[in-house]
């Protein structure tokens, strides 16, 4: 049973990416550690992370997820605002491609990466979930909103796919940048180049919420055991509505992740190199 509750805290808030946020917004690389630590035994603790259980527990603690956030954010000492996409109850789907039959329906965001098909689509249910109003007055207000890095069907989608997200994206005068990926995720991405993620997502919300894309450009495996690593593919010919900025975003000690300096740096420069058309 609390293994249920964790479960479903985490498919159905977004439980998940809000202990990134969390954790890793100025972490240290122990606290980054810890919160990303995934328990591989263990009555009812097995594969969750120590971040899920950190939110699930604050949450039965304080009494609602919102204040489980506040809270958390106050005791990790986090910087700036984090807010939910959406507060009510919502569970991530997905239609999942089989050969010579028709699509798989997939429940719950831990289950679609091991479902063994190329993903159609992922949508949220029940559908019709309300944004969190903080949500959209802080995109109407943003000055850059930045979708991604992180898992292209469930991480980013899910918080476009909430009712008024997208639209306040899309009619907000901020800079709306997308950071691709550096490396595939097994069982979302396989195989995947730039233009694909951007595809996938338009598909799912339309055209008009991108109006750059950043994406990694040194595709040299470095030494030490990264032979099994996959770099999303720099193939991309969308330039003609959405201008790309290709970058060595690679971080040396985790070449499968973004350097948090280096994209941090393309970030703040691309108002400006947008602006001169570079």
């Known amino acids: 049973q609390a293994e249920d509750g964790i479960r479903d805290a985490q498919e159905s808030r977004g439980l998940g990416d809000v202990y990134k946020r969390q954790a890793l917004a100025e972490a240290e690389p122990l606290m ?21 259980l950190f939110i699930a527990a604050m949450a039965a603690v304080t009494g609602s997820f919102k204040r489980a956030i506040a809270e958390s954010s106050r005791v990790l000492a986090v910087r700036g605002r984090i807010i939910p996409a959406t507060l009510q109850h919502v ?23 091991k479902a063994g098909g190329p993903i159609r689509r992922v949508y949220l249910e029940p559908g019709g ?26 991480s980013v989608l899910p ?21 691709c990926n550096v490396a595939v995720q097994p069982g979302e991405t396989d195989g995947y180049t ?11 919300v339309g055209p008009g919420l991108i109006d750059v894309v950043v994406a ?9 055991g990264w032979d099994k690593l996959e770099w999303v593919r720099p193939v991309y010919r969308l330039q003609h509505h959405i201008p790309i900025v290709f970058e060595d975003l690679t971080d040396p000690a985790s070449p499968w992740r973004h350097h948090p300096d280096r994209l941090a740096r393309c970030l703040l420069d691309l108002p400006e190199r947008l602006r001169n058309g570079n």
């Open 216 to 224: 990694n450009s040194n595709l040299s495996i470095p030494r030490g």
């Open 32 to 52: 980054t550690e810890l919160f990303q630590y995934r328990f591989g035994e263990g009555e009812g603790l097995n594969g969750h992370t120590f971040g899920n």
């Open 159 to 179: 918080n476009l796919l909430v009712e008024d997200v997208a639209e306040a994206i899309r009619v907000s005068p901020a800079v709306k940048v997308y950071v």
């Open 129 to 154: 979930a309300r944004a969190d109003g903080q949500a959209v007055r802080a995109l109407l207000q943003a000055d850059v909103i930045v979708l991604g890095p992180g898992s292209l069907y469930t």
């Open 194 to 204: 730039v233009e694909d993620h951007v595809r996938a997502i338009e598909q799912h």
């Open 91 to 113: 569970t991530l789907c997905a239609e999942i491609a089989c050969e010579g039959e028709q699509a798989r329906q997939v429940s719950g965001e831990s289950a679609i990466p």
